[in-house]
């Protein structure tokens, strides 16, 4: 029997797909997928027999059922969900329920949006001497957070800051932020990350709130809050001539 593939889509393109999500796509026999946050053209990726189920109608308590049944059918199970898997990905509750009815997976990592973003502004998010620590986080919203995760106490860090599935809440959100970030750090807007019709630009930390009500972003949205954005001339030390590592010596 094939372990059921818990596989990441990654943000959106077609051709960020690892080498390895597209392989279990075009072996794929049957393909449940996240088809309200999935670009079609990745799910076209698997052959003309593979059996195309689409999730964004049914519950888990629907879902399971299907996983399962068609993976003791002797099928190979693609579970294809947006993003990477470690990242909001619902795939826990999933895995659990396979464990328990003794069906094996594998899981397959995707491309991220924060990743996608920082490559869309050819940026890098932790720059030396500016910021070295990247944190992913959300608003509360109706799925809450542990009191210890709240956007205040993640912003008083100050670091590279991403935020998903906060839109919504975008009002609320740059309200904690100002309390930690100065008003003109710089914020990433990502919007459907590597769609064709995607928006990504950079707005002041105090124009946020404002920028996403006029451009009606309220879903599929992806906030970077960072110093790095700024681009300064920092340099790390890795390539410095005065720094010795094991393939460099000075002498």
Not at 5 to 27: I, K, Q, W
Request: charge should be negative; aromatic fraction near 6%.
């Amino acid at each position: 029997m094939h372990p059921v593939s818990f596989v990441g889509a990654g943000p959106g393109a077609e051709d960020l797909l690892t080498l390895r999500a597209a392989r279990h796509l075009r072996e794929a026999d049957v393909l449940v997928w996240t088809d309200s946050l999935i670009s079609p053209a990745i799910p076209a990726l698997a052959p003309p027999h593979c059996e195309r189920i689409r999730t964004s109608s049914l519950t888990l308590e629907q879902v399971i059922p299907i996983l399962i049944s068609r993976q003791r059918d002797g099928k190979r199970v693609v579970r294809l969900h947006d993003g990477d898997t470690s990242l909001y990905s619902a795939i826990n509750e999933q895995i659990c329920a396979l464990s328990d009815a003794g069906i094996a997976v594998n899981v397959v990592p995707g491309i991220s949006a924060y990743q996608a973003a920082a490559a869309g502004l050819s940026c890098e998010l932790t720059i030396p001497g500016v910021v070295q620590t990247i944190v992913l986080g959300r608003a509360g919203g109706r799925t809450g957070v542990p009191d210890r995760e709240s956007l205040n106490n993640l912003a008083a860090l100050q670091a590279s800051f991403c935020i998903y599935l906060s839109a919504r809440h975008v009002e609320e959100v740059q309200s904690t932020l100002l309390d930690h970030y100065p008003a003109d750090t710089p914020v990433a807007i990502a919007y459907r990350m590597s769609w064709p019709d995607q928006r990504l630009d950079v707005v002041p930390l105090s124009e946020m709130a404002e920028y996403s009500q006029r451009h009606e972003l309220i879903r599929t949205t992806l906030y970077i809050v960072s110093p790095a954005l700024a681009r300064g001339p920092q340099r790390s030390r890795l390539y410095s001539p005065d720094h010795d590592h094991l393939f460099r010596q000075n002498r």
